[in-house]
């Protein structure tokens, strides 16, 4: 559902939403406002680079400081 939604609900909002790391199994690497975007607790990727290259099973981990 996430990937159709195009984004993901963080447990936590980062205490600096551009250092927010974004990690794709098997993808090059993410970059911030290029790739995704995150704002308040919302990680999300529509009209971004991203947008379309995800898939339902892809893998993500997301690394940030609260």
Same mark, same amino acid.
Request: charged letters at 10%; hydrophobic letters at 40%; zero cysteines.
């Given at each position: 559902? *996430?990937?159709?939604?195009?984004?993901?609900?963080?447990?936590?909002?980062?205490?600096?939403?551009?250092?927010?790391?974004l990690l794709v199994e098997n993808a090059a690497s993410m970059f911030y406002g290029t790739d995704y975007?995150?704002?308040? /607790?919302?990680?999300?990727?529509?009209?971004?680079?991203? *947008?379309?290259?995800?898939?339902?099973? *892809? /893998?993500?981990?997301?690394?940030?400081?609260?």
């Amino acid at each position: 559902t *996430d990937i159709t939604n195009k984004f993901v609900t963080l447990s936590h909002t980062p205490s600096t939403a551009g250092n927010t790391v974004l990690l794709v199994e098997n993808a090059a690497s993410m970059f911030y406002g290029t790739d995704y975007t995150v704002i308040g /607790n919302e990680l999300s990727w529509s009209g971004l680079s991203l *947008d379309g290259i995800l898939s339902v099973g *892809d /893998n993500l981990s997301i690394i940030y400081s609260v």
